[in-house]
């Protein structure tokens, strides 16, 4: 799970509640057709997946064996164009689930294809508001979409222990850091719409000495948030950690106070929903995020973190201040964070969701 996307991730964990469930209930019977791959080996891989599921799906419904096809995205789901006569013939209902990015994305074949997806398809599941104005944008009616909203492991990472245990662990597998610190961390691809080097110019100056920044990640942007490091003078108190392990993210989130989520606007690149904040949440961290997007319907304000003004200096500094000296407070919200996380977000609770939706689209057929 170390080198896969972020849909590839969701798709995967929903895979695993899915086939639990259908353990546990003769009531619900569920078969799945996977991409196993890493994320540099995908694009080779996707077109002869794509063939073979297609080839399955055809089958099965030609038998009987499918009542409903659940698509984990707006990429798989365009096998419902070629397959549409043969599905709607076997009375074969289609949902897809929909990130943001596999919608927004501004090459214009592709938006072109998106509303003949949608027309091809009974459902859409968006996993946040944000993500489900970008289908109706694209012509998607409003009485084929209802969001779901992503989950997470509640067994992926175990519960925090005390923060001096924390942090120590971090230190041990990651570098030095002052034991009077107080840690933000990102975690993600470093591209422009997560705002990192935004967020390195333009906050981390004017922050106490003492606030220290770690990113994990990779991806375009890193040479020029490297070099916002260096012009700012910030090499001894921010650090890009790469491509990292998940032992050694479970750390990152386990060890830093907050979780920053500092994105930015960009036409055609949304943030559909953003799974990171809810790691770090499981983990006791809370974030302070931009008020942007799908990011909107992650965070509970004073629960799991808070919403600022996005591209607004001023607000997250004094949203990050607030806990720099409150050692209680942030104790606090850490609790919070993860109880709010865990009860509201675990993906058993999400793939039971799921379940009714899809439930509901074959009995409304029949």
């Known amino acids: 799970m170390d080198n896969i996307g972020g849909m590839q991730r969701v798709a995967m964990k929903l895979h695993e509640s899915l086939n639990l469930r259908d353990a546990e209930s003769s009531a619900f019977d569920y078969d799945a057709v996977l991409l196993r791959s890493s994320w540099s080996w995908t694009h080779v891989k996707v077109l002869p997946f794509l063939l073979w599921a297609a080839w399955v799906i055809a089958k099965k419904a030609r038998r009987d064996d499918v009542d409903v096809v659940l698509f984990s995205s707006m990429v798989t789901a365009a096998l419902a164009v070629p397959l549409r006569p043969l599905l709607r013939r076997y009375g074969v209902r289609t949902a897809a689930i929909v990130h943001g990015l596999d919608v927004t994305t501004p090459f214009p074949p592709y938006q072109w294809f998106v509303p003949k997806v949608f027309d091809a398809l009974d ?136 979780f920053v989520m500092p994105n930015v606007p960009v036409p055609g690149d949304m943030e559909g929903f953003g799974v990171v904040m809810l790691e770090a949440g499981q983990c006791g961290t809370p974030a302070i995020a931009s008020r942007l997007e799908g990011i909107r319907d992650v965070i509970t304000d004073g629960m799991n973190g808070h919403l600022v003004e996005p591209e607004s200096p001023s607000a997250f500094r004094q949203t990050i201040l607030r806990y720099h000296d409150a050692p209680d407070e942030l104790a606090g919200f850490s609790r919070r964070a993860r109880t709010h996380t865990q009860a509201t977000f675990g993906w058993p609770a999400v793939a039971e969701q799921y379940i009714q939706v899809l439930r509901g689209l074959t009995d409304g057929h029949r």
């Not at 333009?202 to 990113?215: A, Q, T």
């Open 123 to 258: 459902l859409v599941l968006p996993v946040s508001r944000a993500t489900g104005e970008a289908c109706t944008q694209r012509g998607l009616p409003d009485h084929k979409l209802q969001v779901v909203p992503n989950g997470i492991d509640p067994d992926r990472f175990r519960a925090p222990s005390d923060r001096a245990t924390r942090r120590h662990l971090l230190t041990d597998a990651l570098g030095p850091l002052p034991d009077d610190a107080l840690l933000l961390c990102s975690v993600g691809r470093q591209v422009e719409r997560k705002g990192f080097e935004w967020f390195i110019r333009n906050v981390m100056p004017d922050l106490p000495e003492d606030v220290h920044y770690w990113l994990a990640g990779d991806g375009p942007q890193t040479e020029s948030i490297d070099a916002a490091i260096r012009e700012n003078g910030l090499g001894d108190r921010v650090r890009l950690l790469g491509r990292i392990s998940d032992a050694d993210l479970a750390r990152l989130y386990r060890g830093a106070d907050l």
